[in-house]
């Protein structure tokens, strides 16, 4: 019987295709592509999966609604069948949301769940040792699925481990949980999940903005390493900065490539 690998987004599934592709047997893999790190949950798991509450007021977010009602119905089909399930996850929040989310909607059906769980400990020495002392994937805590090479994906194909009736419900629990609270923002620290808001967040925007203009895509960029979050919403929330005037910005903000911005002048100074 063929076996439903379950890979958290797009990029973690073009490794374990590679990782886990065998001569005349291609491997089932399934990506759930919504980024369950922001925006409304609430209503997610019902009728076609959908986001009902405002929250996402942002043309740059728009496709989380669709991601969402794809998953929704990826996830119905997984339901209706009998075949395996591996769920494939790392220590990061949305890997850590899509493992909770399907416990929660495969729980009626605990037999057919399993996972990889991969951390740091699983970067092998000579990967290491490429990656230079100075790699931030290297020694940090927060790593996806498509952190880790299809060689250690596929090494770690041995280590996959049956999902105890205990720890479904316990991770459906959590689930539950986590969409009454309905936070605008969900956060992997300490090695648990927490909700919270983008208040350190937008004031780590205010904190990289400088007196000069400089391209936007550097406080992008640091805002996804130091958040772990995707582009999107790095940009989202330089947007709602300079909507709110806690910074200058300048050109399309849709367009990495020319967006530039500074920090806010007094009026007597601006150009």
Known sequence: ???????????????????????????????????????????????????????LDCEGLGHIYSAARWDFE???????????????????????????RL????RDTPQRLFEVSLSSDDISLLNRHHMGTDDPIRTRDTLSVADFSPETLRTKLASTTPISV???????????????????????????LENTDFAELDARVVELATAEWQLARLVVGELMGTFFISDATALWRVSEAGAAGRIELRGNIYDLG???????RAPSSRQ
């Open 1 to 55: 019987m063929k076996t439903i690998h379950i890979a958290p987004n797009n990029s973690a599934a073009g490794c374990m295709v590679c990782a886990l592709d065998k001569p005349r047997r291609k491997p089932l893999v399934f990506t759930l592509w919504d980024d369950l790190t922001v925006g409304p949950l609430r209503d997610i798991d019902d009728t076609l999966g959908l986001r009902l509450d405002a929250a």
């Open 103 to 106: 416990s929660y909607r495969l």
């Open 258 to 264: 020319s967006l530039k911005l500074r920090t806010v």
């Open 74 to 100: 990826l996830i119905q089909l997984i339901s209706l069948t009998d075949v395996p399930i591996v769920i494939w996850h790392g220590p990061c929040v949305d890997d850590q949301l899509k493992l909770r």
């Open 166 to 192: 205990l720890r479904i419900d316990q991770l459906a629990l959590e689930w539950q949980k986590i969409k009454k609270a309905n936070a605008p923002w969900r956060r992997w620290r300490n090695n648990a």
